[in-house]
């Protein structure tokens, strides 16, 4: 059985239709990426499979017992709430002092127990939410652009590990994310959203349909040519970047 | 229950007991950044006030009706896209016009308006007494029992939401809790000073926390001490007692953070 299913999801807000005839679905272990541009609803798919919004028409089935682990785009902690990472860890759960230690021990941030969150790094802040949302050990993992902000060393990194866990725990992935050609790589299924899912499967498949170069253009095709080059041979001809940055471009004129 | 007969007595458990249930609670309306809805629930409980003396039912009751009332309608409209900041000033403000205009209707009962305005702590009675301290316990029950659901959620609702807790009953508890402390603590520090029995403490107690538990703890014991201060210096300055606690509460608040402020720049330099 699905971990989440959907069926004919939609959701309306303040009169504006953002997903409509969403049937998605995403099973044990698998990695799951949404892309789109901006505005096309990825993260409020996102919200409705968590619960946090209310679908207007069809509906969101989890298994049962379903536990979930979530890592949001963002998370602002208001300067008066003092926050320890230990403390943080601990939320919504208690566990005990070892199950704390090893978490911090495997996101490779071993003394920092007592540091307030406010006083991390983008790249620990975002290492200290993934260990968190791993606590309960899940079934599955949601991750909403989780690597903004992040260099490109610090998200590949972090995509390493996502796949690590996935290996270690076996737990799935559904992420949404802008680095498309690590989302390329990093994922068994890619869905492309823009209000409805335009095509979806595996990451070849998608980034030769046609609904998809209309949203991203061809240079997308080339971040994933780039990509498998860059994965036979491990070095970056700066070709990437231009590309990456065209994509980004595209996502702020779509919005 | 002897001890219960010396007026002072009472006053001090009645201090007591607002500061363990307002500090805490504060502490939320602090990281939650709803001061001002705090605010609005306190002036609004003038109306209730007014009302309850207007129809012979207990003030406790009616100002807790009023909180209540009003504590909804702000939540109601708050998810709505309504500018909060301006529209909280309108209630709060409104409300209390209301809740004085209402009181001057009043005839006959001779009503000592200061009294609610600015609280009558030396005044407490045993059913006082025992209201408060009801209320407290309530209260207090409500964030020990509800504490981690309540931290996540304040936190980040999704993250409250993807772990199973419903974040809009959390932040109903914490509206419930807020018209409690509001009806409890008229008496001690009246209707315009409630508000800062939530926030200062909190505030003062922030430099010296580096976990929510901690701040929630030093707050309560700071906002204790004010409540204790505040009673032989109003006695000895012949002050009223409400106000001369609020400014306890202000010189620990600019102690602590002038305090962190040193601690800081020396740190620095």
């Known amino acids: ?255 | 229950m002897m001890m219960l007969d010396d007026f002072m007595m009472r006053a001090a458990l009645a201090g007591l007991g607002v500061a363990l249930a307002a500090a805490p609670l504060g502490c939320f309306v602090v990281w939650r950044r709803m001061a001002y809805f705090g605010d609005a629930t306190a002036h609004a409980s003038i109306l209730g006030v007014a009302l309850a003396l207007g129809f012979g039912v207990s003030v406790f009751a009616g100002a807790l009706v009023v909180a209540l009332i009003m504590a909804a309608t702000v939540s109601t409209l708050s998810g709505r896209g309504y500018a909060m900041d301006t529209l909280l000033g309108v209630l709060a403000h409104s409300a209390l016009a209301f809740g004085l205009v209402a009181v001057s209707f009043l005839q006959g009962v001779r009503i000592d308006l200061m009294g609610y305005l600015f609280g009558d702590i030396l005044a407490v009675g045993k059913t006082d007494l025992a209201v408060i301290w009801g209320g407290a316990i309530i209260v207090v029950g409500l964030l020990v029992w509800r504490w981690q659901a309540l931290l996540t959620a304040t936190l980040n609702p999704d993250l409250a939401q993807a772990s199973g807790i419903d974040p809009r009953h959390e932040q109903l508890g914490l509206t419930l809790a807020l018209a409690l402390v509001v009806a409890v603590a008229i008496k001690v520090v009246g209707v315009l000073l409630i508000a800062a029995m939530l926030i200062v403490p909190a505030a003062a107690a922030r430099p010296m926390a580096h976990t929510p538990e901690r701040m929630a703890l030093i707050a309560t014991v700071l906002a204790a001490g004010a409540a204790m201060g505040g009673l032989p210096v109003s006695f000895a300055l012949d002050t009223p007692t409400g106000p001369t606690i609020v400014c306890i509460a202000a010189f620990i608040f600019a102690l602590t953070t002038g305090a962190a402020a040193i601690g800081r720049a020396s740190a620095r330099g």
Not at chain 1, 53 to 67: D, S, Y
Not at chain 1, 139 to 162: C, K, N, V
């Open chain 1, 1 to 255: 059985m699905s971990l989440i299913r959907t069926e004919g999801l939609g959701v309306q807000i303040g009169g504006t239709r953002i997903l409509e005839h969403v049937d998605f679905a995403i099973e044990r272990g698998e990695i799951v990426t949404i892309v789109g541009p901006n505005g096309s609803g990825k993260s409020t798919l996102l919200r409705a499979i968590i619960g946090a919004v209310k679908p207007t028409e069809g509906r969101v089935g989890r298994a049962p017992g379903l536990k979930i682990g979530y890592v949001p785009q963002k998370l602002h902690i208001d300067p008066t709430l003092p926050m320890t990472v230990g403390r943080f860890l601990n939320l919504p759960q208690r566990h005990p002092r070892a199950a704390i230690r090893s978490a911090l021990e495997r996101a490779g941030l071993p003394d920092l127990a007592g540091r307030q969150m406010t006083n991390l790094s983008g790249g620990q802040f975002q290492r200290v939410l993934l260990a968190r949302a791993l606590m309960n050990t899940p079934d599955l993992l949601i991750l909403d652009e989780a690597t903004q902000g992040l260099d490109q060393p610090g998200s590949a990194a972090f995509y390493q590990r996502i796949e690590e866990v996935r290996q270690s725990m076996g737990c799935a992935v559904l992420m949404v994310s802008h680095d498309l050609h690590v989302v390329m790589s990093a994922s068994d299924r890619v869905i492309c959203l823009n209000r409805h899912i335009c095509c979806e499967g595996q990451p070849e498949h998608v980034a030769q349909a046609e609904e998809y170069r209309a949203l991203f253009g061809s240079g997308t095709h080339g971040a994933l040519a780039l990509y498998r080059h860059t994965h036979d041979h491990a070095h970056d001809d700066g070709e990437g970047c231009t590309h990456s940055h065209d994509h980004d471009r595209d996502h702020e004129a779509a919005q």
